[in-house]
């Protein structure tokens, strides 16, 4: 039998034996004769589903109506029948109504009736029909149509698409486990191309549009093409399969192949008597549990997790989890502690053999020590926050601190944090979560009561990830770090025997919240004399060591230190100034390299020599007294500095303009020497219709740097004042105050840094308020027995001292002119004499 049967040969014999009689009835029955005109007319039988190719043989189901009724027609008159297809898309193929214009004759088998009511029954197609008319009626439809002859030649082209076609179908079937492998040995056998195309159209899986076009393509070459296309299709679909179910069965097999070996492990280790790896590590960490301090809390929960470690496979994903929760439980200081070193003495002996200056913070630590000497068991620690410029020794002094105290340093850098789990940790259902940087800080330190220092808390962010500051909340207040609760760990962590150290550059950008919890400590810039003394105990013999110079080869004069401070460098704190050491030590050690003669004592000259010419040129006291300009002390981060004040006066409409990139209380503080200066124009002998006539420029020079702040108050008022009155300021004058509407002068800051600032300048006598006398406690005495402080409470006592006594002046006309003073008789003569 050459048809291709499509039932299921791997039944049992009995249902073969069956199947086999019911195929041959099919045979039984002739194709239908047609009349001279080629059309025949039979019953018609609609395939809702289904398309059914000439040559092929195929199960279908029928229910009770008219399909059924045309089927016991057919059977009984032994003829066949014509199945027809609804139309479910567009052709271009000509159509008969709603029904395709391409039909099937086909003979049907005998029928049987199924347990449910209905029937089944072996169709086999017989040809290709055009359809011409449908009939309906009748109890069923009646199909008029013609028969449609396929071409069967074999030309060199169909056959060369026949042998592709069959080599694109054994790959298929080799791939597709639903076809049976005898499908290719069919193929092999067919020689006719149209036959061929139906065969394998009906045996890969395609949809219903798709046979449908198969089945109107009346060309058998254009009919194999287009099944050679799908093939192609089908088997670019079955390679992918194919590679996928290969590598999930890869992946199956190592898994079982691993479980097999793992298997046979337990097995050997039970005969050696080792027990089970997995049981051992299990045991290890109860055994670590129960000798490890814990408190009860943590005690808890880490057996609880070794209970549910213990009854997961040991594959399980969340093993890991449980493990990496368990270590951090177990290697955390829960209970140990380092021994404080309470000796005042030894404290106070390190921090000065490390540290010059810096009085405030030294003594702060001495106390604390001191009070803990007294009462040990007082476990408060302070909370401080060191703020002061770069460089000035926040960092280094927390270590030696650290030192004195005997405790372990560790340090945090908070620079840049943004996420507020960064500081709380994640909770565990994220993968990869860790603890916060806290606690990972604190099992770095091995110990629970270390000295943490918490580095740049002024640059903390806050952005959708939550506000960082928000949780040192709870890490810097001593009322609450006893139980410090990581969302990893969720566990209260005791964190009130730490000693916390935080740094800062500036308070502005810290939270009033968290500032109300720590103690501030200023760290002030390093004036030039501390500078001097930093590096000749430390700096140098430090640079010396590092370039390679033994100790006393060469020595840097004070006078060179100075010009390197002065010309240099413009820093708060040693950090340039120790690079530049450093810079001069190499050259020594260069020249000494090359067997060359180098300075046993490095002069000013040499310093120049080494390091080029001078970076930085500092501003220097007026050489003549002259009128309109006065001298400003300012402070900056980097120390104090002179900074002269110019008033000229112009002709104008009255404005007042001030220059030299200075802020918004700069400018209010010269509105109000300005008003001060109206509201004594009487008293200093100035015609208030002057000041509707002129324009005052204020300028303030080294336009480039900004300026801020009050305290240049009263050195703009002297100044103004001087302009209108033509009388010189004294060129040794310097002075810083604020001035308020009444002439009243308001304390500053930054006293010590202004003073020193004022005696490097040259300048002789210091004009400063009265309240800020108290601040002369922290100027060397040496800088005192050189200048002469001047205190003063109100404007009047400044013009005194700052000012040359008054001359007969001149007064100036409406156009800002001089005017010249005339004789009774010249104002007799042009009538200006009053009667």
Same mark, same amino acid.
């Given at each position: !039998?050459?048809?291709?049967?499509?039932?299921?040969?791997?039944?049992?014999?009995?249902?073969?034996?069956?199947?086999?009689?019911?195929?041959?009835?099919?045979?039984?029955?002739?194709?239908?004769?047609?009349?001279?005109?080629?059309?025949?007319?039979?019953?018609?039988?609609?395939?809702?589903?289904?398309?059914?190719?000439?040559?092929?043989?195929?199960?279908?189901?029928?229910?009770?109506?008219?399909?059924?009724?045309?089927?016991?027609?057919?059977?009984?008159?032994?003829?066949?029948?014509?199945?027809?297809?609804?139309?479910?898309?567009?052709?271009?193929?000509?159509?008969?109504?709603?029904?395709?214009?391409?039909?099937?004759?086909?003979?049907?088998?005998?029928?049987?009736?199924?347990?449910?009511?209905?029937?089944?029954?072996?169709?086999?197609?017989?040809?290709?029909?055009?359809?011409?008319?449908?009939?309906?009626?009748?109890?069923?439809?009646?199909?008029?149509?013609?028969? =449609?002859?396929?071409?069967?030649?074999?030309?060199?082209?169909?056959?060369?698409?026949?042998?592709?076609?069959?080599?694109?179908?054994?790959?298929?079937?080799?791939?597709?486990?639903?076809?049976?492998?005898?499908?290719?040995?069919?193929?092999?056998?067919?020689?006719?191309?149209?036959?061929?195309?139906? !065969?394998?159209?009906?045996?890969?899986?395609?949809?219903?549009?798709?046979?449908?076009?198969?089945?109107?393509?009346?060309?058998?070459?254009?009919?194999?093409?287009?099944?050679?296309?799908?093939?192609?299709?089908?088997?670019?679909?079955? &390679?992918?399969?194919?590679?996928?179910?290969?590598?999930?069965?890869?992946?199956?097999?190592?898994?079982?192949?691993?479980?097999?070996?793992?298997? &046979?492990?337990?097995?050997?280790?039970?005969?050696?008597?080792?027990?089970?790896?997995?049981?051992?590590?299990?045991?290890?960490?109860?055994?670590?549990? &129960?000798?490890?301090?814990?408190?009860?809390?943590?005690?808890?929960?880490?057996?609880?997790?070794?209970?549910?470690?213990?009854?997961?496979?040991?594959?399980?994903?969340?093993?890991? *989890?449980?493990?990496?929760?368990?270590?951090?439980?177990?290697?955390?200081?829960?209970?140990?502690?380092?021994?404080?070193?309470?000796?005042?003495?030894?404290?106070?002996?390190?921090?000065?053999?490390?540290?010059?200056?810096?009085?405030?913070?030294?003594?702060?630590?001495?106390?604390?020590?001191?009070?803990?000497?007294?009462?040990?068991?007082?476990?408060?620690?302070?909370?401080?926050?060191?703020?002061?410029?770069?460089?000035?020794?926040?960092?280094?002094?927390?270590?030696?601190?650290?030192?004195?105290?005997?405790?372990?340093?560790?340090?945090?850098?908070?620079?840049?944090?943004?996420?507020?789990?960064?500081?709380?940790?994640?909770?565990?259902?994220?993968?990869?979560?860790?603890?916060?940087?806290?606690?990972?800080?604190?099992?770095?330190?091995?110990? =629970?009561?270390?000295?943490? !220092?918490?580095?740049?808390?002024?640059?903390?962010?806050?952005?959708?990830?939550?506000?960082?500051?928000?949780?040192?909340?709870?890490?810097?207040?001593?009322?609450?770090?006893?139980?410090?609760?990581?969302?990893?760990?969720?566990?209260?962590?005791?964190?009130?025997?730490?000693?916390? *150290?935080?740094?800062?550059?500036?308070?502005?950008?810290?939270?009033?919240?968290?500032?109300?919890?720590?103690?501030?400590?200023?760290?002030?810039?390093?004036?030039?004399?501390?500078?001097?003394? =930093?590096?000749?105990?430390?700096?140098?013999?430090?640079?010396?060591?590092?370039?390679?110079?033994?100790?006393?080869?060469?020595?840097?004069?004070?006078?060179?230190?100075?010009?390197?401070?002065?010309?240099?460098?413009?820093?708060?704190?040693?950090?340039?100034?120790?690079?530049?050491?450093?810079?001069?030590?190499?050259?020594?050690?260069?020249?000494?390299?090359?067997?060359?003669?180098?300075?046993?004592?490095?002069?000013?000259?040499?310093?120049?020599?080494?390091?080029?010419?001078?970076?930085?040129?500092?501003?220097?006291?007026?050489?003549?007294?002259?009128?309109?300009?006065?001298?400003?002390?300012?402070?900056?981060?980097?120390?104090?500095?002179?900074?002269?004040?110019?008033?000229?006066?112009?002709?104008?409409?009255?404005?007042? &303009?001030?220059?030299?990139?200075?802020?918004?209380?700069?400018?209010?503080?010269?509105?109000?020497?300005?008003?001060?200066?109206?509201?004594?124009?009487?008293?200093?002998?100035?015609?208030?219709?002057?000041?509707?006539?002129?324009?005052?420029?204020?300028?303030?020079?080294?336009?480039?740097?900004?300026?801020?702040?009050?305290?240049?108050? *009263?050195?703009?008022?002297?100044?103004?004042?001087?302009?209108?009155?033509?009388?010189?300021?004294?060129?040794?004058?310097? !002075?810083?105050?604020?001035?308020?509407?009444?002439?009243?002068?308001?304390?500053?800051?930054?006293?010590?840094?202004?003073?020193?600032?004022?005696?490097?300048?040259?300048?002789?006598?210091?004009?400063?308020?009265?309240?800020?006398?108290?601040?002369?406690?922290?100027?060397?005495?040496?800088?005192?027995?050189?200048?002469?402080?001047?205190?003063?409470?109100?404007?009047?006592?400044?013009?005194?001292?700052?000012?040359?006594?008054?001359?007969?002046?001149?007064?100036?006309?409406?156009?800002?002119?001089?005017?010249?003073?005339?004789?009774?008789?010249?104002?007799?003569?042009?009538?200006?004499?009053?009667?």
């Amino acid at each position: !039998m050459d048809e291709w049967n499509t039932g299921n040969g791997n039944g049992n014999d009995e249902y073969s034996a069956a199947l086999h009689q019911r195929t041959e009835e099919l045979y039984r029955i002739p194709n239908a004769v047609s009349d001279d005109s080629g059309i025949i007319e039979l019953p018609g039988v609609v395939l809702t589903d289904l398309v059914i190719f000439p040559r092929l043989t195929l199960p279908v189901f029928l229910t009770p109506g008219p399909n059924l009724l045309a089927i016991q027609e057919s059977q009984e008159n032994v003829e066949p029948v014509i199945g027809l297809m609804k139309r479910e898309w567009e052709l271009d193929f000509p159509e008969s109504g709603k029904y395709l214009g391409i039909g099937i004759e086909m003979v049907v088998g005998r029928i049987l009736t199924m347990p449910d009511g209905n029937s089944s029954a072996l169709v086999q197609g017989r040809r290709r029909v055009e359809v011409i008319e449908v009939l309906e009626d009748g109890p069923y439809p009646r199909v008029r149509a013609r028969i =449609i002859e396929e071409s069967v030649r074999v030309t060199r082209r169909i056959d060369a698409l026949m042998r592709t076609t069959r080599d694109l179908f054994d790959r298929c079937v080799q791939l597709d486990r639903s076809l049976p492998e005898e499908a290719h040995l069919v193929a092999m056998n067919i020689n006719e191309p149209g036959w061929l195309s139906d !065969m394998i159209c009906t045996s890969i899986s395609l949809s219903l549009h798709e046979r449908q076009k198969l089945l109107v393509i009346i060309d058998p070459e254009e009919r194999l093409k287009r099944v050679n296309w799908l093939l192609a299709q089908e088997l670019d679909v079955l &390679q992918l399969e194919d590679e996928i179910q290969t590598r999930v069965q890869s992946e199956v097999d190592r898994s079982q192949r691993e479980f097999y070996l793992r298997e &046979q492990m337990k097995a050997i280790q039970v005969e050696l008597g080792e027990g089970d790896i997995w049981t051992r590590e299990i045991n290890e960490l109860k055994e670590r549990i &129960q000798t490890t301090e814990l408190p009860q809390e943590a005690r808890t929960a880490a057996l609880k997790e070794i209970e549910r470690l213990n009854q997961m496979p040991q594959m399980a994903p969340e093993v890991g *989890i449980i493990r990496t929760y368990l270590d951090w439980i177990l290697d955390l200081p829960w209970s140990i502690a380092t021994e404080d070193n309470l000796d005042v003495k030894h404290a106070a002996k390190i921090l000065e053999n490390y540290h010059y200056g810096l009085g405030k913070a030294k003594d702060r630590i001495l106390e604390y020590i001191a009070v803990r000497s007294l009462k040990p068991k007082k476990e408060r620690q302070p909370i401080l926050c060191f703020v002061g410029p770069p460089g000035t020794g926040k960092t280094s002094l927390g270590r030696s601190i650290a030192e004195a105290l005997g405790r372990k340093f560790v340090r945090l850098s908070l620079g840049g944090v943004r996420d507020e789990a960064e500081i709380r940790g994640h909770r565990r259902t994220y993968i990869g979560a860790l603890p916060g940087r806290i606690l990972q800080t604190m099992r770095r330190a091995g110990s =629970i009561n270390p000295l943490f !220092m918490l580095d740049e808390i002024d640059k903390l962010g806050a952005d959708f990830r939550g506000d960082p500051s928000a949780a040192l909340l709870e890490v810097l207040d001593p009322e609450q770090n006893n139980a410090f609760s990581d969302h990893y760990l969720e566990l209260s962590f005791d964190l009130s025997k730490v000693m916390f *150290i935080t740094t800062a550059n500036s308070i502005a950008s810290i939270p009033p919240a968290l500032m109300d919890r720590m103690e501030l400590i200023e760290f002030p810039g390093y004036i030039e004399e501390e500078k001097v003394e =930093i590096a000749r105990r430390f700096l140098i013999p430090r640079q010396m060591e590092e370039s390679g110079l033994d100790e006393g080869e060469t020595k840097i004069e004070e006078a060179a230190l100075r010009k390197i401070v002065r010309e240099y460098t413009y820093e708060a704190g040693v950090r340039n100034l120790e690079r530049e050491i450093g810079r001069t030590c190499r050259k020594i050690a260069r020249l000494k390299s090359e067997k060359k003669k180098f300075p046993a004592r490095v002069s000013p000259a040499i310093i120049e020599k080494f390091l080029g010419p001078p970076e930085f040129l500092l501003t220097e006291a007026e050489r003549t007294d002259e009128v309109g300009v006065a001298t400003a002390i300012a402070w900056t981060e980097n120390g104090g500095e002179i900074m002269p004040v110019e008033v000229l006066i112009l002709d104008g409409k009255g404005n007042l &303009q001030i220059t030299g990139q200075v802020g918004e209380v700069m400018q209010e503080s010269a509105q109000a020497a300005f008003s001060y200066l109206k509201s004594r124009c009487h008293q200093l002998a100035i015609d208030p219709e002057e000041f509707e006539h002129l324009d005052i420029h204020i300028h303030i020079p080294e336009g480039a740097i900004p300026k801020d702040g009050p305290s240049a108050g *009263i050195t703009i008022a002297t100044a103004l004042i001087s302009a209108f009155t033509e009388r010189p300021i004294y060129k040794d004058v310097g !002075m810083t105050g604020e001035i308020t509407l009444r002439g009243r002068v308001l304390p500053i800051g930054g006293l010590k840094e202004k003073i020193l600032a004022a005696h490097r300048s040259g300048l002789k006598r210091i004009i400063m308020p009265d309240r800020n006398v108290k601040d002369l406690v922290d100027v060397p005495k040496k800088v005192l027995s050189d200048i002469k402080v001047i205190a003063v409470t109100h404007m009047d006592q400044i013009l005194d001292v700052a000012l040359h006594p008054p001359v007969d002046r001149i007064p100036r006309t409406h156009s800002g002119k001089k005017t010249v003073k005339k004789t009774s008789k010249e104002k007799a003569s042009t009538g200006e004499q009053k009667a």
